[in-house]
């Protein structure tokens, strides 16, 4: 089994910034990638980010050059560093790992832009 739980959402302006963490415990070896999918009202959820145990990376199109995903080993935590951000990226972030077995999710977390 895996734990997930995310912080670091909350309101901001357009343009503004925020970082979520994700931070990870129990069969945290079986994972092999981690990172961040969102969901807006009305819509489906999709891939914002992932981070493999190998350090690669992909991004969303639309977040691409603005949002940053990173890992800390010793922390067993994931990173989403959110810049310029802009109304439409206003969504529930859930943190998400996976393994051979199955996928976990975290509780979501609320991030909402607007002025």
């Known amino acids: 089994q895996v734990q997930l739980v995310e912080s670091g959402g909350g309101l901001v302006q357009p343009g503004g910034s925020l970082r979520l963490s994700c931070a990870a415990s129990g069969s945290i070896f079986r994972i092999y990638a981690m990172g961040w999918y969102r969901q807006a009202p009305g819509k489906q959820r999709d891939l914002v980010a992932r981070i493999t145990s190998g350090e690669d990376k992909n991004y969303a199109d639309s977040v691409k050059g603005r949002f940053t995903i990173s890992r800390d080993n010793a922390k067993n935590t994931v990173y989403l560093q959110m810049n310029s951000l802009k109304p439409e990226d206003t969504a529930v972030y859930y943190c998400?790992?996976?393994?051979?077995?199955?996928?976990?999710w975290g509780q979501g977390t609320q991030v909402a832009v607007s002025s």
């Open positions: 998400y790992a996976t393994t051979k077995l199955r996928d976990y």
